[in-house]
């Protein structure tokens, strides 16, 4: 072999073990991926990427030669890319963003009064529960995403420039049913030395898989709990959520007792309200006898309009009247409101349409 083949070969060689994102990987592994001399250069690498670096050129600290090698090695050490930005009136924007493969996510950026924003990420791509009144599950499910696409939908909203503190599993998907990844991003979130985002800030929402809670419940993260209820009547949730099915109320109850036996913490239910269906007298008293002996909140959430399903938002006064049930049925609520709306991009309102597989023109850059 003379030397151009040998070049060639390491070369190729090199490229062949490249992973699509550096993302999610330890400083040792970012050192064996990208073929450094030094373990710390591996640790300067993870400290940009923590920091939001976009290229190896803002690596400053690292030689100009290096530098220069590694931009050649990988060009894009992403394995994704924004495609379009949407902002409401509330401050809330929606990013859809290209995935290597061409499926396209979406995630938002929420802000409250007070500037602190709180990302909701997407866990796969459409889901496999079919909840009737989410666009996500008029998709069903495409794939499962790697932990480092959900770390890169982080990155990418952070790149709006606004300090994010909160995050929750709200997006597309169900976490449960792709919790290696979920819990692996999590667990990249949180590290002190990185993002150091606290546990209590970090939220998974699911809609009632009881296994994947018992799951969560082993791993003693110590994240919180939202479950999306809706009601607490076994006929009509399986109408509306078809997952109810293989897990009735009875077997969600007994997973989130033992979740709270084991985590000792809170958890919520999600209640998205929908006009005329769960929003009655009949419908308050099924609650308070569901939750009672559970330490729990229930968060009131007027159904997100979204045109292709059959449902209504509650009127205010409806609102108002079940909220007076649930006061003198002593059930501890609260009461949102959503951002997002005005994108499409509150609860239950993702969704992108299928057959997205793009061009490789406008595919992110991949070794
Ligand atoms: S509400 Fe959640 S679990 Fe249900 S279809 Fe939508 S994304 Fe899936």
Not at 189 to 211: E, K, N
Not at 220 to 245: C, E, H, Y
Not at 268 to 293: P, Q, V, W
């Amino acid at each position: 072999m003379d030397e151009n083949q040998q070049n060639i070969a390491e070369e190729s060689e090199s490229k062949r073990r490249l992973p699509l994102s550096l993302y999610g990987l330890s400083p040792r592994d970012i050192q064996e991926a990208l073929d450094l001399d030094r373990q710390y250069q591996g640790n300067q690498i993870w400290e940009w990427l923590v920091k939001g670096a976009t290229n190896f050129e803002q690596m400053s600290n690292l030689s100009k030669a290096e530098r220069e090698r590694l931009s050649k090695l990988m060009p894009s050490f992403m394995s994704s890319a924004i495609i379009s930005t949407q902002t409401d009136e509330t401050g809330a924007t929606k990013l859809a963003i290209k995935l290597f493969d061409g499926q396209v996510v979406e995630c938002v950026l929420l802000k409250d009064k007070d500037g602190r924003g709180t990302a909701c990420l997407s866990c796969q791509v459409g889901c496999a529960m079919g909840c009737t009144f989410c666009r996500t599950g008029t998709m069903g499910l495409v794939r499962n995403l790697a932990a480092e696409e959900i770390i890169e939908q982080f990155i990418h909203l952070r790149s709006l420039g606004d300090d994010i503190t909160h995050i929750v599993f709200m997006g597309m998907g169900e976490p449960m049913a792709n919790l290696g990844p979920v819990v692996k991003s999590i667990r990249y979130f949180h590290d002190p030395a990185g993002l150091d985002i606290g546990l209590r800030r970090i939220t998974i929402s699911t809609c009632g898989v009881a296994p994947g809670i018992l799951k969560l419940a082993e791993q003693k993260l110590g994240v919180r709990l939202a479950v999306s209820l809706v009601t607490a009547d076994n006929d009509q949730r399986d109408l509306l959520m078809p997952a109810n099915k293989a897990w009735p109320l009875e077997e969600l109850r007994k997973a989130l007792i033992r979740y709270q036996r084991i985590i000792g913490k809170r958890f919520t239910f999600e209640y998205c309200m929908i006009h005329g269906i769960n929003t009655d007298e009949a419908s308050a008293k099924k609650l308070a006898k569901y939750i009672r002996d559970m330490d729990v909140m229930v968060n009131l959430i007027p159904w997100n309009p979204a045109s292709e399903l059959p449902w209504e938002t509650p009127t205010m006064q409806e609102i108002n009247e079940f909220t007076t049930m649930l006061d003198h049925m002593r059930i501890p609520y609260t009461r949102r409101f959503s951002r997002g709306r005005g994108i499409n991009g509150a609860c239950g309102q993702l969704a992108v349409p299928l057959n997205n597989v793009g061009t490789d023109n406008d595919t992110p850059a991949m070794a």
